[in-house]
Structure formats: C-alpha cells, structure tokens
C-alpha cells in the first residue's frame, strides 16, 4: 500500500467553510445590486450594501470572539459596537421618514443581540 501523498485532501475546517460561504454569499448580494431598479428604493437598497454586510460581519465576528487573546475582546468588543452603531445609523439617514426595511432591522437586531451576548461572556 503506498504511503499518503502530501497533497491528498484533508478534511476542510468548518469555520473557514462557514467564512467562505459568508462571503460568497455577500458577494453575490453585491454582485446582483446591479440588476436593481433605478428608482428611489433600488437606490436606497444599492447605497445600503456596504451597511448590510458589515452588519453581518460584524454579527459574524462577535460569534467567533472566544479566539481573540483575552485582552483583545475589550478592544473586539469596542469596535463591534461602534460599527453596529455606525451602520444602524447610516442605514435609518438613509431611509429616514419610510424606516428601515425590516430585514435590515432585523440585522441591525441579530448584531445588537451577539453584542450583548459577548459582553456577558466576558463579564462572567
């Protein structure tokens, strides 16, 4: 029986698949703002990628804090609130009067939520 070659597959790492997929999933969101009408709400929506993906991101990072050095969540922790708030916020400037859509409430929501999960985690 010959030995395993160097090159022979290992098994994938499911965070780095999870991250991956996060990304072609984001990437296939921006990639399709291009067919969205050019009207008011089209533009709305094609102006509010960027906010929605960080919200994702961010939503997606404060999941995986526990892998920071201990005095690098504070710092994480920090940074994810600040980018929760600087997305909220610019995506209700955006939307004004009409309100944000309620799937990107939703996101804001999801986010806020990992955030207060973690503060907990690191208080305990």
Known sequence: MADRDENTAQPLDAERLTWAVLLGRWTDFA?????????????????????????????????HLDELDAEERALGLARAGVLIDRHASALAKRYGDAGVPEQACELIEDAQAALRRAVRTLES
Do not use: H, K, N
């Open 31 to 63: 990639r399709s703002a291009v067919a969205l009408p050019d009207d008011e709400a089209g533009r709305r929506l094609r102006d509010s990628l960027a906010d929605l993906i960080g919200l994702q991101a961010v939503w997606f990072a404060l999941t």
